[in-house]
């Protein structure tokens, strides 16, 4: 049994998705589970409708929701002819599922809405691909992931109910293989045992996979992306970014956790439990070695980068200047929790705290008012966070020159430098 990932690059047009039954070919005969994200750019076009219906602004939500059916209704007429209606039919059942949503007034929190229509991305996308597999001679079944996926009612952040899960992927998933080698699903979506749709954070699908995975006792897994493995560096910031061949699980997770978009951080637990490999590999070509990640030691790593634009800087001074101490720090972390944000970096000092986070205006707004009651508070906008793994004195010069440094922490390991 092998897992495969197809990233939402890897379905964003009809020539992509062209390309997709070339590279399933090799494996035909052999048991995969295919999960596959949302076509291109959907989810952030399902979010603008989001914002729009809870904003109020309806018709606005309808015109922006009727530009991603067409989009969708105008891929599938070009790649599929047989299956063409069945397809159709089954895209505007899912359309209607949002559409009756739209036509209501919000009643329930953002998060709710936001999942119910976010959440249709996969399932258009798989619907279309698998559609256009079995065109393709490649058998395959496609299956409702919110069937099998139970989560809490933790809308947008998900936590995956494992035993329920786990029994359902035995009784329900499994069986499947014995008609069809080859199952079509989504992820990064499920469902509350109300049958609410619910997501489990944003790129969530490469840990859906992950789940299914380990569920499915998978040999290995893989992820198809448009790049050419994991790379020691964004490749749009560094052009001269490279392939790291083979990395560990601890490694990928420290990356992730520094904000690398290598991989969704929570992938890695459920592949490690089981020593399952994830190899990330490109479906542009498919014959580049891309990268394995596994639980073996890996030396000889190069520097690793990670550049986090449009960080803000909130610090905290106690009123009193009495010391922040345990219990203010606690609060602190209270105030995270409540507002929802993690912060980048923290330093704290006798009477002052440090912290940088992602500069989500709204909640930043939340936190620093919330703040203000137990500190005096500044705030500074638009800096940058560096963030450098197996650091050399060489390669933190050059990043930071010509910069003004903020804050900076620093480890054997890891380095990072807040800048203006
Ligand atoms: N489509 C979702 C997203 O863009 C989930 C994923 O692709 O992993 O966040
Ligand atoms: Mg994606």
């Not at 991603?68 to 895209?91: D, G, M, R």
């Not at 601890?250 to 951080?265: K, N, T």
């Not at 590999?281 to 520097?303: E, M, R, W």
């Not at 507002?339 to 704290?348: A, T």
Request: aromatic share 8%; hydrophobic share 40%; glycine share 6%.
């Amino acid at each position: 049994m092998k897992v495969f990932k197809f990233g939402g690059a890897s379905a964003s047009s009809v020539e992509r998705i062209r390309q997709i039954p070339a590279i399933l070919r090799p494996y035909q005969g052999q048991r995969l589970l295919v999960v596959i994200s949302a076509m291109g750019k959907t989810t952030n076009a399902l979010e603008k409708v989001a914002e729009a219906f809870y904003n109020g602004h309806h018709d606005e939500a309808l015109h922006l929701f009727s530009q991603i059916k067409t989009s969708h209704l105008t891929t599938a007429k070009y790649l599929l002819i047989q299956n063409y209606l069945a397809a159709e039919a089954q895209l505007r059942d899912f359309f209607t599922e949002v559409e009756w949503l739209l036509h209501d007034k919000p009643v329930r929190e953002y998060d709710y809405y936001y999942d119910q229509i976010v959440c249709i991305g996969e399932l258009l996308s798989t619907s279309i691909v698998s559609a256009f597999l079995a065109e393709s001679g490649i058998g395959n079944q496609w299956i409702d992931v919110r069937d099998i996926f139970r989560t809490d009612a933790n809308f947008r952040d998900a936590a995956i109910d494992m035993p329920y899960t786990a029994r359902k992927v035995r009784e329900e998933v499994l069986p499947l293989f014995d008609q069809e080698s080859m199952v079509v699903t989504q992820g990064f979506i499920g469902a509350t045992p109300d049958n609410e749709s619910t997501t489990l954070g944003r790129e969530g699908s490469d840990y859906t996979a992950a789940v299914f995975a380990n569920l499915l006792d998978a040999e290995g897994q893989t992820i198809w992306k448009d790049v050419q493995g994991v790379m020691n560096a964004d490749p749009k910031q560094f052009p001269d970014a490279k392939v790291i061949r083979e990395l560990n699980y601890d490694e990928v997770i420290e990356m992730a956790y520094y904000g690398a978009q290598v991989i969704h951080p929570n992938t890695i637990k459920p592949l490690q439990n089981k020593g399952i490999p994830l190899y990330v590999k490109c479906f542009l070509d498919t014959s580049l070695p891309g990268t394995v990640i596994h639980n073996q030691a890996v030396k000889g790593l190069p520097p690793i980068i990670v550049l986090k634009q449009e960080q803000v800087l909130v610090q905290l001074h106690s009123k009193d200047f009495s010391f922040v101490g345990e219990s203010g720090t606690m609060r602190l972390y209270d105030l995270f929790g409540q507002v929802r944000v993690k912060p980048n970096l923290m330093q704290s000092g006798a009477v002052s705290l440090q912290v940088c986070l992602d500069d989500r205006p709204a909640k930043i707004e939340k936190l620093a008012l919330a703040a203000s009651e137990l500190f005096e508070v500044q705030i500074e906008r638009s800096l940058t966070l560096l963030t450098i793994r197996h650091y050399d004195a060489e390669v933190l010069a050059r990043l930071t020159a010509g910069r003004q440094e903020v804050l900076r922490q620093q480890t054997q390991q890891t380095v990072q430098v807040l800048m203006r």
